[in-house]
């Protein structure tokens, strides 16, 4: 199946071989669309959305990782207890891993036919995720009225999962401190948590920033000028 996907992921490529190729990974969006100059509008939006969406994925991943890890140490709390804790524990440890073998899989196709789709390469881990606004951005005048009201929808979302992320921060901070002194904390469960924030919270801000985009687009100002004067 994966070879299907990868066969039809590089007719996409061939589609848009027109597109310059770029072997450096850009370090934001809006080089990122630098790199695109020559795209048309729809193709850079969806790159662009494609962009955002490897950043929640590699976050993922990361969470994902941690997952099995913490499986694993289940799996080793379990030996103590016996042969019911075990089959509970390894049925578990499968699982995560299955779960985990499908993100992995599926990274791989969005990294893929975003290059497909951009021309643009990407051989570096996109964990570290695009800056949030500083400050609630303003509609231009003879902006779309849809485009307003998504605007302040994603603001709204952005700041939830933005003071989500935040608490998970402080929550684990604390644990750490904690396990430090006692080693009676959870402290696995206080970093998959914080990393599930962060991926709520990257999946918000690449709304965000994609709203700015077709914003930018629709009243006639340029995309990259738009996502650094975020």
Same mark, same amino acid.
Not at 31 to 53: H, R, T
Not at 76 to 103: F, L, M, P, S, T
Not at 168 to 178: M, N, P, S, V
Not at 222 to 229: C, D, E, F, T, V
């Given at each position: 199946?994966?070879?299907?996907?990868?066969? &039809?992921?590089?007719?996409?490529?061939l589609?848009?071989?027109?597109?310059?190729? +770029?072997?450096?990974?850009?370090?934001?969006?809006?080089?990122?669309?630098?790199?695109?100059?020559?795209?048309? &509008? @729809?193709?850079?939006?969806?790159? #662009?959305? #494609?962009?955002?969406?490897? +950043?929640?994925?590699?976050?993922?991943? $990361?969470?994902?990782?941690?997952?099995?890890?913490?499986?694993?140490? %289940?799996?080793?709390? /379990?030996?103590?207890?016996?042969?019911? =804790?075990? *089959?509970?524990? @390894?049925? +578990?440890?499968?699982?995560?891993? =299955?779960?985990?073998?499908?993100?992995?899989?599926?990274?791989?196709?969005?990294? #893929?036919? #975003? @290059?497909?789709?951009?021309?643009?390469?990407?051989?570096?881990?996109?964990?570290?995720?695009?800056?949030?606004?500083? /400050?609630?951005?303003?509609?231009?005048?003879?902006?779309?009225?849809?485009?307003?009201?998504?605007?302040? /929808?994603?603001?709204? *979302?952005?700041? &939830?999962?933005?003071t989500?992320?935040?608490?998970?921060?402080?929550?684990?901070?604390?644990? $750490? $401190?904690?396990?430090?002194?006692?080693?009676?904390?959870?402290?696995?469960? +206080?970093?998959? %948590?914080?990393?599930?924030? @962060?991926?709520?919270?990257?999946?918000?801000?690449?709304?965000?920033?994609?709203?700015?985009?077709?914003?930018a687009?629709?009243?006639?100002?340029?995309?990259?000028?738009?996502?650094?004067?975020?």
């Amino acid at each position: 199946m994966m070879k299907s996907i990868k066969l &039809a992921l590089i007719g996409i490529a061939l589609t848009f071989s027109s597109l310059p190729a +770029h072997a450096e990974t850009p370090q934001t969006d809006a080089a990122f669309v630098e790199m695109m100059k020559d795209a048309p &509008a @729809e193709k850079v939006l969806e790159a #662009l959305d #494609l962009y955002y969406q490897l +950043h929640v994925s590699e976050l993922n991943l $990361q969470y994902m990782n941690e997952r099995r890890t913490g499986a694993f140490f %289940a799996m080793r709390r /379990a030996q103590q207890k016996g042969a019911g =804790a075990v *089959a509970k524990a @390894e049925k +578990h440890q499968k699982a995560v891993v =299955a779960k985990r073998e499908q993100v992995v899989e599926d990274n791989k196709s969005l990294r #893929l036919k #975003l @290059e497909a789709v951009s021309g643009v390469e990407f051989l570096d881990d996109l964990v570290m995720i695009p800056d949030a606004p500083l /400050a609630k951005p303003q509609a231009p005048v003879g902006a779309p009225a849809d485009l307003i009201k998504a605007q302040a /929808a994603s603001w709204d *979302a952005l700041q &939830a999962a933005q003071t989500k992320w935040q608490d998970e921060r402080l929550i684990l901070l604390d644990a $750490q $401190q904690r396990y430090d002194e006692t080693r009676d904390v959870p402290i696995g469960d +206080h970093l998959r %948590a914080m990393t599930a924030a @962060e991926m709520a919270y990257a999946k918000a801000v690449g709304e965000c920033r994609l709203i700015e985009a077709k914003i930018a687009i629709a009243t006639g100002k340029p995309i990259p000028s738009a996502l650094s004067g975020l």
